[in-house]
């Protein structure tokens, strides 16, 4: 496995942890009765919101991140060989 391809699963791997964690925290914030919940309704939507935007990210590096870098690779390897042997 190249450098980049461990870097991008260790990225959504680590995503993938404290997207865990924040959904265990909504979880146990949306079983809190509506009373008390109107006291911390904001937080509770920023964490809905973060937790969309941490699928986002993770969905991203899926896409972004390509799974065979032989090409790019070998593209830059001929580059500089052809600079410097010129």
Known sequence: MKAGESYCDNLADELGVWKA??????GRLDKVSSGDKEKII??????HMFLGELDNRIDGLK????????????????????KYIY
Do not use: A, H, S
């Open 42 to 47: 904001d937080q509770v939507r920023d964490l």
């Open 21 to 26: 964690k924040v959904n265990d925290v909504v």
């Open 63 to 82: 896409v972004e991140c390509p799974t065979d870098w032989e090409p790019g690779q070998i593209e830059m390897e001929t580059k500089l060989t052809e």
